[in-house]
């Protein structure tokens, strides 16, 4: 039973370009969260999501950020624009359910923005 | 502030000697989880305790919860090279309408 994919683990980008994260859940879930991580910091919340649905934004920046769980296919986090401080681990946690009581992460992406 | 603030930040211990690491947190809550993140990894659940429960065991761990001080506690014992990790606490409020809250966690080396 595969983990939580995240992909790519490393992205490198510009300022100005976007940058696309991936996330697929562990099989059987469809409950999503994103978390930032910047250096030596704790994880922020950013959004949650149920399959086509945004429950819970939050912690999302305003402007250039938009998240998404399609039907089918992972779930992706979107950032427009970049600006060097969108640099930091992007991770994304499954659960089974809302409960929220025990959180499955992946590897997270690294992004870094030039 | 963070909703969860691990202390110290940093703890380094030898092999074999117990590691404890604290949390406290500010409003009211529904759980509190414990969570190790190796370097470049992500998060890995360690154990939940609910509002109700003081204490809970799983293995080498052992978590206590108070909530009248609003603060947790997670004890490592006979620490292992391989538990050289941070170690985050979360806080859930309950109901899953949003994303656990997490501390800036206390960084962990076990010296061989």
């Known amino acids: 039973n595969a983990g939580v994919m995240q992909n790519p683990r490393h992205l490198v980008r510009r300022r100005g370009q976007e940058a696309r994260l991936r996330c697929s859940p562990m099989k059987g879930h469809s409950h999503v969260y994103w978390y930032r991580q910047l250096p030596e910091e704790g994880l922020k919340f950013m959004v949650y999501l149920q399959k086509e649905n945004i429950i819970d934004e939050s912690g999302m920046p305003k402007e250039r950020f938009s998240a998404e769980f399609p039907k089918e296919g992972p779930s992706i986090l979107r950032i427009q624009q970049v600006v060097r401080g969108d640099s930091a681990a992007y991770f994304c946690?499954?659960?089974?359910?809302?409960?929220?009581?025990?959180?499955?992460f992946g590897s997270g992406t690294q992004l870094s923005v030039l | 502030s963070q909703q969860g603030e691990e202390d110290p930040q940093a703890l380094s211990i030898q092999e074999g000697e117990n590691a404890t690491m604290n949390c406290s947190y500010k409003t009211s809550i529904n759980n509190l989880q414990w969570y190790r993140q190796n370097s470049g990894r992500g998060l890995v659940h360690l154990i939940l305790?609910?509002?109700?429960?003081r204490e809970k065991h799983s293995g080498r761990l052992r978590v206590t919860l108070d909530t009248s001080k609003k603060s947790s506690s997670l004890l490592i014992t006979a620490s292992r090279a391989a538990d050289t990790a941070s170690y985050f606490c979360?806080?859930?409020?309950?109901?899953?309408?949003?994303?656990?809250?997490f501390g800036k966690g206390t960084h962990l080396i076990i010296q061989p």
């Open positions: 979360a806080t859930g409020s309950g109901g899953g309408a949003d994303g656990l809250t």
């Open positions: 946690a499954s659960s089974p359910d809302r409960t929220n009581e025990k959180l499955f």
């Open positions: 305790i609910r509002s109700n429960e």
